[in-house]
């Protein structure tokens, strides 16, 4: 049900705010914001609140620079780990022209125009991600360090999982939120932590997972630590995956359930479409040099493939029944941008069954010790970043779902940071400094 403006207004004026952030993302799905006092909050319903969007990673040149913010109503939502007197409030903002029409390099509009052609043809997606994340020391000065929180392994329990009330406290409030936490553990890697929450719409979930990242980085804060969502922060342990489950939704009814002849065609189309076009997207899914030194280890896909329940698998069927049955893509990681990312994706399986593409067979053998004569048949996804661009700058597809500027931009943006990294003599150097803080 959506929430109208008087509604956010009367909320405002009887809960105690007094401080009101304007939240969005730039192009690579970073967080930014602006803070307006109550007052203001009637005028950026109306006209919006102009920002230097020059300033903003892959937006407008100097000479266009004035862009507003225009909150979404829908979005409200009171950040519980800021004070609780004279409270702070949340919105997500539609970006637009001082024309009042919608910016070309707002992602979260991309998302939501792929939603409604979807909706259009009579589907809807629903998506739940499973984001995991690193839990690192600091030092004396506040600073991150590479040392984790803990030794603990998948699963483990105190005292071997130093995280448990760190989870807790994160889980606490995202529930506050409106974000409803499902489960919670120690993952693989030592101070490496997931936090799961249930399926939602997918602009909604997208967003869900912006508000997510920075309720882990606030409260791992509180505690003395730094999150890290960065794919490979440690180079010999595991890496950090984003998790996309998706299922299909025709008139109500689930297509991935079993039962419905027509309705798994339709599933089985999907998951081609995706297994078909992720070489084109993975520059956008797996977004930087350090994403590649996941795929192949610790339970990251290589190869373009799917299975029932198999961890080995870039799409996996999980068990599951009913209204919970889905599939999985394996492959991205938590330093997408999720608009473009799910856009995509959701883009690649409509793909699938516009053009009723068959399901290839499923691979039911552990594609990490598989014999070279199976592995060889299969299609790789890129070994590296340089290689996924150049799929994405050939890809048709990615341009039928982004417009033409956030292309050309995002890109160009790529490209310059590739090269920086290619000619900086140690690597992982160069990722502590200028990715592990910033992702």
Known sequence: MSTTIEEVLEFIRYNDVKFIRLSFCDLLGRQKNISIMPDELPRAFEHGIPFDAHAINGFTDITKSDLLLVPDPDTLSVLPWRPQQGRVVRFYCSIRNPDGSVFWGDTREILKSVVNK???????????????????????NGDPTITPFDNGGYLDVSPLDKGENVRREICLCLEEMGIKPETSHHEQGPGQNEIDFKFSDAVNSADNLITF???????????????SFAPKPLPDKSGSGLHINMSLMQNGYNVFRVGNKDSSKAAESFIAGILQKITEITAFLNPIPNSYERFGNFEAPKYVSWSYGNRSQLVRIPAARDDRMRMELRSPDPATNPYLAFALVIGAGFYGIENNLALPESINVDLYAADERITGLLPRLPGNLEDALKLAEESEFVRSILNEQVFANFMNLKKKELEAYNQANDKYEYFLGNYFKMI
């Open 213 to 227: 990242k920075q309720v882990v980085r606030s409260i791992a804060a509180r505690n003395g630590l730094f999150a």
């Open 118 to 140: 979807v909706s259009q043809k009579g589907y809807s997606c629903m998506i739940g991600a499973e984001c995991e994340f690193y839990l690192f020391k600091t030092d004396e």
